[in-house]
């Protein structure tokens, strides 16, 4: 057995409670106010966790973690500067503040620095149901990853593993800032994965399979993961290249992610302000089919993008972002917002739970529409250029012929525009993927290039 903590953290170790972190908040807020900043906005949080990794039958990792930072930022006009620190005793608070006005008396001002509009900080906080702390021990964790892992090598053809991990974590976050706002929210985060090899030599192929939510009861069970990540990577044995040709592409459910993910990248606020962005001035034109529509839902509960504020303490709400086929709005927090001269659209930190609304149609009814063309289910490498839209990816997955699956290939490549792979999109699975702050269910584009033999 083998550990790496980041810092060992016992058993029985718990979360500071929220107001403890607010009172942090506090005091950084009124030292930077003493210190003669403007304006200032302060982040604290701590988290704990448990990992467990095991490999052909053996422990391989045990680790407790527990960490806490605080970050500081100040404003003195429109000259800004952060710093940070672990140590939340009030004279090293007082230290990382000191050091923010530091670095903010030295930066150049920047008209577009400060602090969100008072009147779109959260005042409202419902209750989302994030935080649902698993009593797992170190024990309970390695029996579970070997049951995953044992689930997956006693089927027959895997001859290998990559080993199966437990991943728990439960945190707790407080933001607040001098325009009055403070407020603080707990969550938990837990997983279960498996990768496995099946076959010998030359014709070796992996898979893996692996489950995610807020709380341990929502988790697939550990040897259902195990036996599934077998399935996968026993289908892939056999795989071959196909010859070089234009068809249909099917994007699995958790390929067909990366695919919005692009899309996010392209209408983010900082690629926009830079021009590096195909969808720049696109706004209110049709990207995608009528039938499209793609939405931001903050307040799910026990979802993993769910959240009250964004990380300024901009009030989340849900929106649009793609309906009818129409780019509704970009994604923004403060400073890109004011560099476009839009509003921010709560953004800072990322999206939340942006889902692509699902189709109607099975994955087995996609395929049968298809009738003749490609299926993906892994991606390879980043050639994706979101300044032109040029995309090409190596990918592994299956070949259908007459609607149905007809053998696994590998060592190709999928290459296209994204602006045109969005306008092809000619339907939508019923099978949302929810393991992100994207959700997709599959996607199947009429047309693609696909490198091969």
């Known amino acids: 057995m083998s550990a790496t903590p980041v810092e060992t953290a016992p058993a029985s170790a718990e979360l500071p409670a929220p107001e403890a972190l607010e009172h942090v908040i506090e005091q950084a807020l009124a030292t930077a106010t003493r ?9 604290a949080s701590a988290a704990l966790g448990l990992s467990a990794s095991v490999r052909m039958g053996e422990v391989e990792t045990l680790e407790h973690h527990r960490r806490r930072d605080l970050s500081i930022t100040v404003f003195f006009g429109q000259r800004t ?104 929210e707990r969550g938990s985060r837990h997983s279960i994965g498996c990768a496995v090899i099946g076959g010998e030599g030359d014709a070796m192929q992996r898979d893996f399979w692996h489950t995610v939510a807020r709380a341990a009861d929502d988790l697939e069970p550990a040897v259902d993961v195990g036996r ?44 926009l302000y830079r021009e590096a962005s195909f969808l720049k001035d696109r706004l209110g034109e049709a990207i995608f089919p009528a039938f499209v529509r793609l939405h931001e839902q903050p307040h799910r509960p026990r ?27 970009y994604v923004l927090d403060t400073y890109a917002a004011r560099r476009l001269g839009m509003a921010t659209t709560a953004n ?24 003749r063309g490609l299926i993906v289910t892994e991606m390879m490498g980043q050639g994706v250029n979101t300044v032109t839209g040029d995309y090409s990816r190596g990918a592994a997955g299956y070949w259908v012929e007459d609607g149905a699956i007809s053998h696994p290939v590998q060592e190709i490549t999928v290459a296209g525009r994204l602006q045109d792979m969005y306008a092809g999109i000619v339907a939508l699975g019923n099978d949302l993927d929810t393991r992100s702050s994207i959700r997709t269910p599959s996607i199947l584009i009429d047309r693609m290039t696909i490198a091969g033999s």
């Open 228 to 271: 599934r990540a077998a399935a996968r990577t026993l289908a892939r044995l056999g795989a071959r290249q196909i010859a070089t040709t234009e068809c249909p592409v099917l994007f699995a459910p958790e390929m067909a992610r990366s695919l919005i993910g692009h899309l996010v990248g392209a209408v983010r606020g900082s690629a």
């Open 35 to 43: 210190a003669g900043a403007s304006a200032a906005e302060a982040t």
């Open 348 to 371: 800072a930190g990322g999206v939340h739970n942006l889902t692509l609304e699902p189709g109607e149609a099975s994955f087995d009814e996609l395929v049968a529409r298809m009738e």
């Open 81 to 184: 500067g952060s710093a940070s620190t672990t140590d939340f005793r009030e004279a090293a608070v007082a230290e990382a503040v000191e050091a923010a006005c530091r670095i903010a008396r030295f930066t150049a001002e920047d008209p577009y620095s400060g602090l969100p509009e008072r009147e779109r900080l959260a005042s409202t906080f419902p209750d989302l149901d994030l935080y649902h702390p698993w009593a797992l021990d170190a024990e309970g964790a390695i029996d579970l990853a070997l049951a995953c892992e044992g689930a997956a090598r006693e089927q027959p053809g895997i001859t290998n593993s990559e080993g199966a991990g437990i991943d728990t974590h439960a945190g707790v976050i407080a933001l607040g800032n001098t325009h009055g706002f403070l407020a603080s």
């Open 303 to 329: 979802a993993l993008g769910s959240c009250a504020f964004d990380r300024e303490g901009v009030a989340t709400a849900a929106r649009d972002l793609v309906r009818d086929g129409v780019l509704q709005g």
